[in-house]
Nanobody, 127 residues
């Protein structure tokens, strides 16, 4: 069964850093496009960063440019989202998603184009 599991969330002070992990089961990420999404209560999830099967990455949100970095570890079958300079205004819930096609990486980012989703991990930025 295809499955994505996020981890690495928790409580962090403003300006701090966290690295979120997205580990795949049932398939290898080598052949999939991966996206990280942020979601706030009562709002739709929005694209944060994406990475292609070839390793090319991009930040979809202007608010995270220079702060968030997406990367992969094919040996561990894991995608990471390094989050620096965290702000309370950042969405608290982060989800990873995968799809074998490349269409899902084309702006504007549409979450419905990703076929496999993790359940999310929560990050609370507070002093």
């Amino acid at each position: 069964q295809l499955q994505l599991v996020e981890s690495g969330g928790g409580l962090v002070q403003p300006g701090g850093s966290l690295r979120l992990s997205c580990t795949a089961s049932g398939f290898t990420l080598d052949y999939y496009a991966i996206g990280w999404f942020g979601q706030a209560p009562g709002k739709e999830r929005g694209g944060v960063s994406g990475i292609s099967s070839s390793g090319g990455s991009t930040n979809w949100s202007d608010s995270v440019k220079g702060r968030f970095t997406i990367s992969t570890d094919n040996v561990k079958n894991t995608v990471y989202l390094q989050r620096n300079s965290l702000k309370p205004a950042d969405p608290p819930i982060y989800l990873c998603a995968a799809d074998r096609g490349s269409r899902c990486l084309e702006p504007p980012i549409a979450p419905m184009l990703f076929t496999t989703w993790g359940q999310g991990t929560q990050v609370t930025v507070s002093s």
